[in-house]
C-alpha cells in the first residue's frame, strides 16, 4: 500500500534551519513529483512546494522562496525539505503529498501524516 | 498567481439537507480542481478531482461540476459524518494554490 511518512520536525529557533524527510513506499517512486503542504495550528491549508519525478524541476510558494530548498533521492525514495531562516510564520503541521505521474496532472492521492515545526525562542 | 477563492467559509445545515460550496478560480484552470475534505485532526482526504471525478471510495452523495473559474462541491443529502472543512485546490501548475476552506457543521 502507498506510503508516506514526514520525519525531522521539531522545535527551532527563529533564524534557524530544520531539515525535513519524507520517506515513500508502495509505489514506483521514481515516476511522482512530490509535494510539501503546511498547516499552521487551527489555519488552512497551504502548499510550499513541489520536486518533479527527477528532481529537475522545482517550485515554491512566494513565501518561502529563497529559504526553503527541496531535494530527493530515488534510489532511497525520499525526498528531503530543507528549511533555512525560519519565522514564526513558518510554524505548522508539514505534510508531504503525491503529486502528478509522468505525462499526467494528478490531484494529491496520498498524504502522509504530517510533521510538526514550531518556530519559538 | 492564480487565487482561489472558497464561500461560504463556514455553513451549518440539517442532516439530510442539500448543501453546496463554490469555488471561484482568478484565471482559467480548465477542470483541473480538486476537492478535499479534513476532519478535525486528520489528514486531508481527496473527494473529488478533474472538478467532477468522484475519488475511489468516496461516497455518491458528493459530486463536483464546473470548469473554467467557477466550481461547485455539492453533498446531496449531508450527514453527520460530514462534518468537516472542505478545501478547493488548482493543480493544473505551480502554485497548488487551495482555497481558504468551508466549515460544515451539523444544525
Known amino acids: 500500500q502507498v506510503q508516506l511518512v514526514e520525519s525531522g520536525g521539531g522545535v527551532v529557533q527563529p533564524g534557524g534551519s530544520l531539515r525535513l524527510s519524507c520517506a515513500a513506499s508502495?509505489?514506483?517512486?521514481?515516476?511522482?513529483?512530490i509535494h510539501w503542504v503546511r498547516q499552521a495550528p487551527g489555519k488552512g491549508l497551504d502548499w510550499v512546494t513541489v520536486?518533479?519525478?527527477?528532481?529537475?524541476?522545482?517550485s515554491f510558494a512566494d513565501s518561502v522562496a529563497g529559504r526553503f530548498t527541496i531535494s530527493r533521492d530515488n534510489s532511497k525514495s525520499t525526498v528531503f525539505l530543507h528549511m533555512n531562516s525560519l519565522t514564526a510564520e513558518d510554524t505548522a503541521l508539514y505534510y508531504c503529498?503525491?503529486?502528478?505521474?509522468?505525462?499526467?496532472?494528478?490531484?494529491?492521492?496520498?498524504w502522509g501524516q504530517g510533521t510538526p515545526v514550531t518556530v519559538s525562542s | 498567481d492564480i487565487q482561489m477563492t472558497q464561500s461560504p467559509s463556514s455553513l451549518s445545515a440539517s442532516v439530510g439537507d442539500r448543501v453546496t460550496i463554490t469555488c471561484r478560480a482568478s484565471?482559467?484552470?480548465?477542470?483541473?480542481l480538486a476537492w478535499y475534505q479534513q476532519k478535525p485532526g486528520k489528514v486531508p482526504k481527496l473527494l473529488i478531482y478533474?472538478?467532477?471525478t468522484l475519488q475511489s471510495g468516496v461516497p455518491s452523495r458528493f459530486s463536483g461540476s464546473g470548469s473554467g473559474t467557477d466550481f461547485t462541491l455539492t453533498i446531496s443529502s449531508l450527514q453527520p459524518e460530514d462534518v468537516a472543512t472542505y478545501y478547493c485546490?488548482?493543480?493544473?501548475?505551480?502554485?497548488?494554490?487551495f482555497g481558504g476552506g468551508t466549515k460544515v457543521e451539523i444544525k
Open positions: 520536486i518533479s519525478s527527477d528532481g529537475t524541476k522545482k
Open positions: 484565471q482559467d484552470i480548465s477542470n483541473y
Open positions: 503529498a503525491r503529486g502528478s505521474i509522468v505525462g499526467a496532472k494528478r490531484p494529491h492521492d496520498y
Open positions: 478533474g472538478a467532477s
Open positions: 485546490q488548482k493543480y493544473n501548475s505551480p502554485p497548488r494554490t
Open positions: 508502495g509505489f514506483t517512486f521514481s515516476s511522482y513529483s
